[in-house]
């Protein structure tokens, strides 16, 4: 019994919080929290937005043409090996 | 009431209800718990009140990003403390550009250790006494004899939180003791 509260135990006996520590603490956590919810909002628009910059990622560009009947138009010399021009 | 039964829950259900739903209440219970000791640990490796309050705060902030790493394996105030540990000491370490705090007895290969020094006289000294001989002790000598007698740390937790060999630390938990005993007899035999 007396081991477990030997005199190095009793010297935390009267330890106390840090003055305004809970206040600082809480203000920090909202911060982060707050900076990370617009990262996750934010990020992915940003990224996006920097690929249809760069050119890429659009999803109209590369479906092939459609007739109005939705069927897929193809081009006269799809099926057909190249040949040299005339 | 809720508060009055929040009390009594173990710390690791705290943070398994703090990780299901993100309350900042259950956070603020592990800080009530653990700030006061956290920050008494803080004053007495850095020996300044200011320095403590924001090692304090930086100590805490490591707790909340990586509670969720949080195992279970060691009992939380062990992990909390350790956390501690390791940042007021990189902090000195920093500060005092000396790599070697630790390294007075840097013997790896010590073989067994016997610890013959008796505790009793240690663990049963007055609070005030052993205030003054712990600020008398090197500083190294001062976190282990922490760590083992007001932390519960096993002989494996200290020697991986300071990087040294379990025989190693084992000697320096004998010197430390015996080096407080010395310093307690030095300063007091005449009381």
């Not at chain 1, 911060?31 to 996006?48: C, D, H, K, T």
């Not at chain 2, 007021?88 to 290969?109: G, Q, S, W």
């Not at chain 2, 000598?141 to 519960?152: A, E, I, N, P, R």
């Amino acid at each position: 019994m007396s081991e477990e509260r030997n005199s190095f135990k009793r010297l935390d006996d009267d330890s106390e919080l840090p003055p305004n520590g809970e206040k600082e603490l809480n203000g920090s956590i909202s911060l982060i929290n707050s900076v990370s919810r617009v990262i996750e909002l934010y990020l992915p628009g940003f990224f996006q937005l920097l690929i249809s910059m760069s050119g890429g990622g659009s999803e109209k560009k590369l479906k092939s043409p459609r007739n109005a009947d939705g069927g897929e138009i193809k081009r006269d010399n799809e099926n057909s090996p190249s040949e040299p021009p005339l | 009431m809720r508060k009055q039964a929040l009390k009594n829950i173990p710390d690791e259900e705290i943070i398994s209800l703090y990780l299901n739903t993100r309350e900042s209440s259950y956070f603020s219970i592990l800080y009530k718990r653990y700030g006061g000791k956290v920050f008494s640990k803080c004053i007495s490796l850095l020996k300044d009140e200011e320095l403590a309050n924001d090692a304090t705060q930086d100590v805490f902030m490591k707790i909340y990003l990586n509670l969720a790493k949080f195992s279970g394996k060691s009992k939380f105030s062990t992990w909390v403390y350790s956390i501690t540990y390791n940042y007021c000491i990189d902090f000195i370490r920093r500060r005092k550009k000396d790599r070697n705090l630790f390294a007075d007895d840097e013997v790896e290969n010590v073989g067994e250790v016997i610890d013959d020094v008796p505790e009793k006289e240690l663990l049963e000294m007055e609070v005030s006494r052993l205030k003054v001989v712990l600020e008398k002790i090197p500083l190294g000598d001062k976190t282990v004899l922490l760590m083992k007698y007001q932390d519960d740390m096993s002989i494996k937790e200290i020697a991986e939180i300071l990087d040294k060999s379990e025989s190693a630390i084992k000697m320096k938990i004998k010197r430390a003791k015996h080096k407080a005993q010395k310093t307690y007899k030095d300063i007091f035999k005449d009381l």
